[in-house]
């Protein structure tokens, strides 16, 4: 570090500047990324937080909340009958369906059982999430207003179904900065269906920061040498050599900041040092191999494939320990327009005991209380089959209006039941969750007013809220 | 624009860059509307208080004189000029009864001392209000030095009030790097550099901006800024995110910078192209500018939601790039800040709503022809061999013989074959006429009020004699009288080469943009582009010639102190190059880059894994580096994947390409650092640097060093720095001798070859010296 008192001037100058959105957070930690690791923007969070960090396991293609959650013992003897036109009230199913002749009431074939003090009813597709039952606070009566599954993903993460606004985790990391100065604040892994399940691409953009600074973006870690992009030297490249060109690199630079006295240039040199850190720290954090047999038992069998959502709920519990802010978990293959049955029991067989198995590490290490765990797709599914109904087969299209999602964790009212969907699980009968609202209340348990967690762009304060969401209080501890 | 107009108009602001000077104002100092009081108003106030009708709270706006100084519902006037104790206004923001307290508290907007102070004193001093600066007509105004280049002479002015001094011109080799990269994004060559430095006639740096401009590089280098405005990429975007062909349109971009064309023509040419009476083929290319927008093949869309995410995409790139007026809150209702309303939107979509589209890409075709309008551009080689094929298909139909028929079903074929490579480019037409709807909240389904293509009710009418279909819009649009796209553009150019425009929000000239940090000059530089016949490279060479854009950017304490941002220019500016131009001066540096221009778009090296992650279905699922020279083209003609962008790109704040963007962020992050250490582009690029310093740098080590420096940096290392980069070499050297192995595995990442008869440790440790060069803050940064 350069103590040149020209550039304490400066520091002293942008940070002392009024908020005015980007500018002073990313101005401060060009001067010294270690005061934006620490400090976010100034005056963030609004209140002490409940959370600290946000763990959301993401599973993209929407999953079947009739399979999964929102049990219907009245749809059986439905079986094959045509959906009230009471029920759809005309509204708007996607061109997958719209031209079958019927909307045939498709029963799930999976048994449920109630679980927990809490009661909660879970299909037999979940058996491990089961245990946790008493944790988890389950919302039924989520809606979206997207059917389709690019602006529905791109809803759920940004908050707008129109590609170019910030992700939540991108706008976290923004208000708080982050808790560990060699890792990103936000860190994004992505993972692939073991069976054969119908997976929908994801964008870079559902974990971009819009018109936020790009230093808030998702990072994303990815299995093998390189968890993160351009992290491993070049072959041939030692550690020792690594750091000889660096000590080069730094007083060729010093000799250029004397000369300009330009504060970026102590950025640059400041960036760097931080990057070869980085170059320790995130291979040590990727590294399974010291994790006890044990870990992986508990994780399943697929914990031990690098890559795999069982080994990315490894990491994630090992980035929450390490004080990374938002650790965003994608898992693909929900999207089962046909062979439902069939191809939920492997995306359960991929996603149960590994999440599981993350909450309760979580919990026994100390660390479930301050972090919110969220869990849940883009939309939800039909009631009514798309294709083929049979005894033992039917595909769903996709479902707006209704969807499931848990959350545990710090704040979170364990063993909640939020809202209900009506005979069909078609239309939401009681409390009305959006996403905005879901994306408000977490975060409130982040610390935040979501109102005046704002940033300027084009004219406008935006927030990840837009103009809505309320506090679901029913959620609150 | 008319008298009549300019009353309905009224509004802007923001940061505080100026804000010392209200804050520190005597109490003599004369409030200016536009200046100082529009910014608080427009912030605190005209959310509820403004142009929206919807929203507006007691029937009070405060952006027109009249309805602020008229007495209200309730029976008090908000202004009385002259009487702040009569004022309600001021009696509201003051109070401390926090119910009447304004702005409330849930608007979360809250008013400093300064600011309270600021109103109250402007409405002491009569309340004069102004018409928004960037509504107003363009003025000439005189220059006030005229024997200064008339930038300078502006620059100059200010820079007297604020008691601070111009810096001296920056160094001959400074200078040459600064405006090469500024106007081909490529590094002067020592050779240029030479050259430079030893012309003593005068002229001598005139002659380097004349040649600058006369390369075909500066298309390329003007191109990449375009790109982003455009929104241009290779693919569509939505879910599979398949490929497009665009690149043809992309092509014509670069020429028609290289040819210089017209600012007004390059407008007209890329909204209405296809329009024009007699329209070229290179015309209707240019109208693929408004295709560029993403596009849905998603299975079970509704084609209509998507037809009116295009158009709407069109509006608001549109407003966006010419006008600088933030439309896309008017999708869902009228302008809270600005005079603009929903109608307005939808009328300017009536303009963009007859393209012979389907609202969803079919995804059963092949993805260039999934989306029309297109437009085939087949090669002059392909089409020969179209042309070839036909009239043997001619032939063959008039063929009695047995074996015609197999023949004709043969070349049935092969002429679909050579069809399905025929590259194509989306256009735009006016095939399908639809009615307008303005759509309730945005919403796609929900009609409203029919509507006529017709421009913004507040600014300056359409002529008569203009037609109301795309072409009128874009004559309109660039009519002299029309002050916005000569301002804007102007200020692009500005902020191209200085880092920030004259106007900070280079896409918000509204009342929540920042208002100009010189306002004569950017209405000057206006009035110039327009009267030089919208000559862009005309503009660019007297900005670039400029005494205020040749000075040295060292900061100097007392200018840091007093202006931290350089807004006023008391030294040259300094900042880091794009990404695109990080990259292509080290393939330049190196001797690697290819230098052709134009044509598809190409794969250079990229981390494995990245697409599989993500990608489903039939767009590019995996991606394929190039081989051979399309490794080492200039980045713009790097394949751009919307939905797995390249990622050195990315971590360089280059934009997604999804939504028009006209200002990149610069961010400073260790991921570029780690970016330019390890990716093998660099790693490729320092190998070949190092053989150019073995091969072409003479025989000593000190002038080989000088060398890698001067490709580098265009300048000669001083004692102190060669003192650091000879014992860097030595040790790298001996390490690299005692580790062999590693040397060879050092050399053999990237796939250009470098001489067999170099020593590897030596070539090894050459390469980590080339290395470092490429990282060095001064490398990336122009300054």
Same mark, same amino acid.
């Given at each position: 570090m350069n103590p040149n008192p020209f550039l304490e001037m400066t520091r002293r100058q942008f940070l002392g500047?009024?908020?005015?959105?980007?500018g002073a957070a990313a101005l401060a930690s060009l001067l010294n990324p270690q005061i934006s690791a620490a400090q976010? %923007? #100034?005056?963030?969070?609004h209140f002490a937080p409940k959370a600290k960090r946000v763990i959301w396991l993401t599973q993209a293609g929407a999953p079947s909340q009739l399979d999964l959650?929102?049990?219907?013992?009245?749809l059986r003897s439905q079986y094959n009958k045509d959906l009230p036109n009471s029920v759809r009230k005309g509204q708007r199913v996607t061109g997958m369906t719209s031209n079958q002749p019927r909307f045939p009431i498709a029963p799930s074939i999976f048994t449920f059982k109630q679980y927990g003090k809490a009661g909660h009813w879970l299909s037999e597709l979940l058996p491990h999430t089961a245990h946790l039952a008493d944790d988890l606070c389950i919302i039924r009566s989520m809606h979206t207003d997207?059917?389709?599954h690019d602006p529905g993903m791109t809803l759920l993460q940004t908050?707008?179904? %129109? #590609?170019g606004r910030p992700s939540f985790g991108s706008w976290l990391s923004y208000g708080l900065g982050s808790d560990?100065?060699?890792?990103?604040a936000f860190v994004v892994m992505v993972s692939r269906p073991s069976g054969s399940g119908n997976a929908q691409p994801l964008h870079e953009r559902m974990w971009g920061s819009g018109f936020l600074s790009a230093r808030y973006q998702g990072v994303r870690f990815s299995a093998g040498?390189?968890?993160?992009?351009?992290l491993a030297n070049s072959p041939g490249i030692t550690p020792e050599r690594r750091r000889a060109m660096l000590d080069d690199i730094a007083g060729l630079n010093r000799i250029k900041l004397d000369d300009y006295q330009d504060p970026e240039i102590q950025a640059r040199i400041d960036q760097y040092e931080m990057a070869f850190r980085m170059q320790s720290s995130v291979p040590e954090l990727a590294?399974?191999?010291?994790?006890?047999?044990s870990v992986f038992e508990r994780y399943g069998p697929?914990?031990?494939?690098?890559?795999s959502y069982a080994a990315n709920c490894i990491l994630a519990r090992r980035l929450a320990e390490r004080g990374v802010r938002f650790i965003q978990l994608y898992h693909r293959?929900?999207?089962?327009?046909?062979?439902l049955p069939a191809h939920i029991r492997s995306q359960c067989y991929d996603i149960d005991q590994p999440g599981a198995a993350l909450v309760g590490e979580l919990k026994e290490r100390g660390l479930l209380e301050d972090t919110l765990v969220l869990w849940g797709g883009e939309f939800g599914r039909s009631v009514?089959?798309?294709?083929q109904l049979t005894e033992t087969d039917y595909g769903r299209d996709h479902h707006p209006r209704c969807f499931s999602l848990w959350l545990a964790g710090g704040g979170v009212k364990p063993g909640a039941i939020i809202g209900e969907t009506d005979d069909f699980s078609y239309?939401?009968?009681?409390?009305p969750v959006h996403i905005h609202d879901l994306n408000a209340t977490a975060l409130h348990l982040m610390g935040f007013d979501h109102t005046r967690l704002t940033v300027r762009n084009q004219g406008r304060d935006y927030r990840l809220t837009d103009v809505h969401g309320e506090i679901v209080q029913a959620i609150l501890a | 624009m008319k008298a009549s107009l300019l009353d309905a108009l009224f509004i802007a602001l923001t940061f505080m860059v100026f804000e010392a000077h209200t804050e520190e104002s005597s109490p003599t100092t004369k409030m200016e509307f536009n200046r100082d009081i529009r910014p608080i108003l427009s912030d605190a106030?005209?959310?509820?208080?403004?142009?929206?009708k919807n929203t507006?709270?007691?029937?009070?706006?405060?952006?027109?004189p009249e309805e602020a100084m008229k007495k209200t519902e309730s029976g008090v006037f908000p202004i009385v000029p002259g009487q702040p104790e009569k004022s309600d206004l001021v009696r509201r923001i003051l109070t401390d009864d926090k119910d009447e307290?304004?702005?409330?508290?849930?608007?979360h907007k809250v008013l400093s001392t300064a600011q309270k102070k600021v109103l109250r004193k402007w409405i002491e001093q009569g309340a004069e209000y102004q018409i928004h600066w960037a509504y107003l007509p363009i003025s000439r105004p005189?220059?006030?030095?005229?024997?200064?280049?008339p930038v300078d002479a502006f620059i100059r002015q200010k820079l007297a009030t604020e008691n601070l001094q111009a810096a001296e011109e920056a160094n001959k080799i400074t200078l040459i790097r600064r405006v090469t990269l500024d106007l081909i994004g490529l590094p002067p060559t020592p050779a240029e550099v030479d050259t430079f430095v030893h012309?003593?006639?005068?002229g001598a740096y005139e002659r380097v901006v004349d040649r600058l401009l006369a390369s075909p590089h500066y298309g390329e280098r003007m191109a990449v800024d375009w790109l982003d405005a455009a929104r241009y990429?290779?693919?569509?975007?939505?879910?599979?995110d398949r490929d497009r062909t665009l690149y043809v349109w992309r092509d014509w971009v670069i020429r028609a910078f290289n040819a210089n064309q017209r600012f007004d023509q390059f407008t007209i040419e890329q909204i209405a192209g296809d329009l024009?009476?007699?329209?070229t083929i290179e015309q209707r290319i240019a109208t693929g500018f408004n295709r560029n927008h993403m596009i849905n093949e998603e299975g079970g869309v509704t084609p209509e939601e998507f037809l009116a995410e295009y158009t709407a995409n069109r509006v608001e790139t549109t407003a966006t790039v010419?006008?600088?007026?933030?439309f896309n809150c008017t999708?869902?209702?009228?302008h809270k800040f600005d005079p603009f309303t929903q109608r307005d939107f939808y009328s300017l979509k009536a303009f963009f709503?007859?393209?012979?589209?389907?609202?969803?890409?079919?995804?059963?075709?092949p993805s260039n022809v999934s989306s029309p309008p297109f437009l085939p551009v087949p090669t002059p080689v392909v089409s020969a061999g179209l042309a070839a094929i036909q009239t043997e298909i001619k032939q063959a139909k008039q063929?009695?013989?047995?074996?015609a028929k197999e023949r004709l079903s043969k070349l049935t074929k092969s002429l679909a074959e050579v069809e399905e490579t025929v590259p194509v480019s989306l256009v735009m037409d006016e095939a399908t006429p639809r009615e307008t709807f303005i759509l309730l909240r945005g919403v796609f389904d929900q009609l409203g009020e029919k509507v006529t293509?017709?421009?913004?009710?507040?600014?300056p009418p359409m002529g008569d004699?203009?037609?109301?279909d795309r072409l009128g819009l874009a004559r309109w649009l660039v009519d002299?009288?029309?002050?916005l796209p000569a301002r804007v553009t102007v200020n692009r150019f500005w902020q191209m080469l200085f880092?920030?425009?004259?106007?900070?929000t280079a896409e918000d000239f509204g009342s929540q943009g920042e208002p100009p940090s010189h306002p004569e000059l950017i209405d000057w530089l206006a009035a110039e582009f327009i009267s030089s016949g919208w000559n862009i490279k005309a503009t660019l060479r007297l900005l670039v010639t400029s005494a205020t854009y040749r000075q040295s950017s060292k900061f100097t304490p007392a200018a840091h102190q007093r202006d931290p941002e350089n807004r006023l220019l008391a030294r040259g500016p300094r900042f880091r190059l794009q990404g695109e131009f990080v990259r292509d001066q080290a393939l330049a540096a190196s001797g690697l880059l290819m230098e052709k221009i134009g044509g598809p778009s190409v794969k250079p090296y990229h981390p494995a894994g990245l697409y599989e992650q993500v990608t489903e279905g039939s767009g590019t699922t995996v991606y394929v580096p190039s081989k051979g020279e399309d490794l080492h083209r200039?980045?713009?003609y790097t394949y751009w994947k919307?939905?797995?962008?390249?990622p050195a790109m990315m971590l360089f704040?280059?934009?997604?390409?999804e939504a028009c963007v006209l200002r990149r962020p610069r961010t400073n992050t260790p991921l570029q650092a780690l970016n330019l250490l390890n990716d093998p582009t660099y790693v490729e690029a320092s190998r070949l640097l190092a053989q150019r310093m073995l091969?072409?740098?003479?025989?000593s080590i000190e002038s080989r060093l000088i060398y890698g420096f001067r490709l580098v940096t265009a300048r000669a290392p001083r004692p102190a720095e060669i003192t650091i980069l000879k014992m860097s070499l030595d040790r790298a050297l001996r390490e690299f001798n005692a580790d062999p192995k590693a040397a060879a595995l050092f050399l053999k990442v990237g796939e250009a070859t470098t001489d067999g008869k170099l020593d590897v440790a030596v070539l090894a440790s050459y390469t980590n010296l080339a290395s470092t060069l490429l990282n060095l803050d001064e490398t990336a940064t122009k300054e």
């Open positions: 500047r009024t908020s005015t959105g980007i976010g %923007v #100034a005056g963030l969070p959650f929102d049990y219907k013992p009245g997207a059917i389709n908050g707008s179904q %129109v #590609a560990n100065a060699e890792l990103p040498k390189d968890p993160v992009l351009f590294d399974l191999s010291k994790e006890p047999a697929e914990s031990r494939k690098p890559g293959g929900w999207d089962q327009h046909s062979n009514y089959s798309q294709g239309n939401v009968i009681k409390d | 106030c005209f959310h509820c208080h403004g142009p929206d507006r709270k007691a029937s009070l706006r405060l952006d027109l307290r304004m702005p409330p508290t849930k608007a005189p220059i006030p030095r005229v024997s200064l280049n012309d003593a006639a005068p990429a290779d693919t569509n975007g939505y879910q599979v024009l009476p007699n329209s010419w006008l600088a007026q933030t999708r869902c209702h009228d709503h007859n393209v012979s589209e389907k609202g969803v890409g079919d995804y059963s075709k063929d009695p013989s047995s074996g293509a017709t421009t913004p009710a507040v600014m004699d203009l037609p109301r002299p009288s029309n002050p880092g920030t425009g004259l106007v900070r200039r980045s713009l919307r939905s797995v962008p390249n704040d280059s934009p997604f390409r091969l072409e740098g003479g025989s």
